[in-house]
């Protein structure tokens, strides 16, 4: 029997297993971290910090990929380029900018888009052509109108509606298509970096807050690269294409049409920043208030019986009233752009009524030129009013995405490993603590030069006062924290080399508090490993003094448990995570 001596820590109260740990000290660089989240009582996202960015830190080179290492998960793929700027840091993330994130995501379903932007332009030739159309049917008419071909000109018409239709529809389909795949990717790399989470990242953001950027992240980067792309071509093809037809028609009535448009540059500029700031306040209230939903529902039965509810409520409608304020705000400027752009776009109209007007009682434009220029001008008015809520999504998508980053930054890098034992380990394979120090964060040391080995086939038990480290030994063992290098050793080789397909399948832990799945009790103990089969589940039951009770359920091992096991009791659960 192994005793631990006590923790020093004893007289702040902690334990060495269930602890969170404490804050480290704040780097710049984390500014959209879960550092505001490290006080768990927080109703309010504290504002944006616009400070500069952190220096870089001279670190250790990374060592290059060594031969025998473990293939990459799935996943990995969204993940190299963050884990290589970790690297560059000292292993401190640096978040690689929205933008070319987003654009690498883009690039991997570029036929897609390409395709898709060709529909577009295609769609902009024919709603340019249909202006022109109707200038030549003009001015055919104000020649000789018992002659003009009309008809001609209508089939025209109507067949370039037909086309722009088509080739809008494809487009949308095509690039919309594209944004669902790169918001289930976004959506696969958020989980595989979740799993990598070391614990001390999960104590940075809470649950709700993760399940905030899984969702309405996700969404906000889905209608950038989506909708948000193709207002984005429409636009800059609507811009260019009917440029060219006005200039076409007469170059100085497009300098006078063109006289409003520097305003309409400068307000963008503008309103770009205040859109940013104020989308990633919203998003951060957004995190701060499903957290708090999620922390209250998961602790529904505490709440009640400590008759916590109207304490409940009050966080709650503090959080949603925050939540509320900040997104009236980013309301106001979304909803205040638009109108500023109508009425740039019709100030451009009206210019060129008083200049063409005046250049047709002159003689020196047509009728049908300017109805054609005034035609090109209205196509570009929906584009110039959309242009803000265009702007408003590419900055609420590109907000939402460097939250996501941040998640992404936090994974942590796979170790390089060394080839697993040639031979399978033995069911009672020898364990091995030397020289063991570890420590939580900026805390004392949980464990002090701990030395002791179990040999194959012993039973060992670790006591010891609350927080002397017995716990933390289990953690270290199963890699769920990183032990030092050179420190655990399993038959021989150091858990740190080993991958953890190999070395996790060799335990089997019981944590304190034990968590059931929201399946089936026979889903919950086999958790899905081969070779478990319904046989296997009730001998492990039975091991467990839990399998009479089972029966006597009226599903019997196929009752769900409900989440986190809530319709068993307390006892029950314990013995289920036995069982496993």
């Known amino acids: 029997m192994a005793s631990l001596p006590a923790d020093p820590r004893r007289a702040g109260g902690a334990r060495a297993g269930g602890r969170r740990p404490a804050p480290a000290r704040r780097r710049r660089g984390d500014r959209q971290g879960g550092e505001r989240y490290r006080a768990r009582g927080h109703v309010v996202a504290p504002p944006r910090p616009r400070g500069r960015p952190a220096a870089r830190a001279r670190g250790p080179p990374r060592p290059r990929g060594a031969p025998g290492r473990t293939p990459r998960r799935p996943g990995a793929d969204g993940l190299r380029g963050l884990r290589r700027a970790q690297a560059s840091r000292g292993g401190e993330p640096r978040l690689r900018p929205a933008a070319r994130a987003v654009s690498r995501y883009v690039a991997r379903h570029r036929t897609r888009y390409v395709a898709g932007v060709a529909c577009l332009g295609v769609a902009t030739l024919c709603s340019l052509g249909i202006p022109w159309t109707v200038k030549r049917a003009i001015d055919d008419l104000a020649r000789e109108a018992a002659a003009a071909p009309l008809v ?13 239709g ?23 790399d958020l989980y595989a970096a979740l799993q990598t989470f070391p614990p001390r990242r999960f104590a940075m953001y809470p649950t709700g807050d993760l399940m905030a950027r899984a969702s309405s992240d996700v969404a906000a980067v889905k209608s950038l690269v989506g909708f948000g792309l193709v207002s984005l071509a429409g636009t800059a093809f609507a811009f260019g294409g009917a440029l060219v037809a006005m200039l076409a028609v007469d170059p100085w009535l497009t300098l006078w049409a063109l006289l409003p448009y520097p305003v309409l540059v400068l307000l963008g500029r503008r309103f770009t920043g205040i859109l940013g700031d104020r989308a990633q306040a919203a998003q951060d209230q957004l995190g701060v208030l499903s957290a708090r939903v999620q922390e209250y529902l998961a602790g529904m039965a505490v709440v009640r019986a400590y008759a916590l509810e109207a304490k409940a409520r009050a966080d709650f409608g503090r959080a949603n009233a925050e939540y509320l304020g900040r997104s009236l705000a980013l309301a106001r400027i979304q909803t205040g752009l638009a109108p500023l752009m109508g009425l740039i776009a019709g100030v451009g109209t009206l210019v060129v009524l008083w200049a063409g007007g005046t250049a047709v009682v002159g ?50 890098p796979t170790a390089a490993a060394s080839p697993a034992p040639t031979a399978p380990f033995s069911a009672g394979a020898a364990l091995a603590f030397r020289d063991l120090t570890f420590a939580y964060d900026d805390r004392p040391p949980a464990l002090a030069g701990v030395t002791f080995e179990v040999g194959a086939g012993e039973v060992v038990a670790v006591v010891g006062p609350t927080g002397s480290g017995k ?10 924290w990183e032990p030092p290098a050179g420190t655990v050793f399993v038959d021989g080789h150091d858990v740190t080399r080993l991958p953890l397909a190999a070395l996790r399948p060799l335990l089997a832990p019981v944590p304190q508090e034990a968590f059931l799945f929201s399946r089936t009790i026979a889903e919950n103990v086999a958790l899905g490993r081969p070779g478990v089969d319904e046989e296997a589940v009730r001998a492990a039951a039975a091991a467990a003094g839990v399998a009479d009770e089972i029966e006597r359920l009226p599903a019997g091992f196929a009752s769900v448990v409900g989440e986190r096991g809530l319709t068993l009791s307390g006892g029950q659960r314990q013995r289920v995570a036995l069982a496993r």
Do not use: C, D, K
Not at 471 to 480: D, E, N, V
């Open 166 to 188: 088509v080739a809008r529809l494809a487009s949308r389909l095509t690039i919309v298509g594209a944004a669902q795949r790169i918001e289930s990717r976004i959506r696969e």
């Open 152 to 164: 001609r000109h209508v089939a025209v018409i109507v067949l370039l509606a037909l086309g722009n």
């Open 363 to 412: 003689g020196r434009l047509s009728l049908g030129a300017l109805v054609a220029f005034n035609g090109y001008l209205a196509y570009l008015t929906w584009p110039t009013i959309a242009l803000g809520w265009m702007l408003a999504m590419a900055r609420r998508g590109l907000t939402s995405m460097e939250r996501i980053q941040t998640v992404l930054a936090h994974a942590a």
């Open 471 to 480: 716990t933390t030994l289990g953690l270290l063992l199963a890699r769920l």
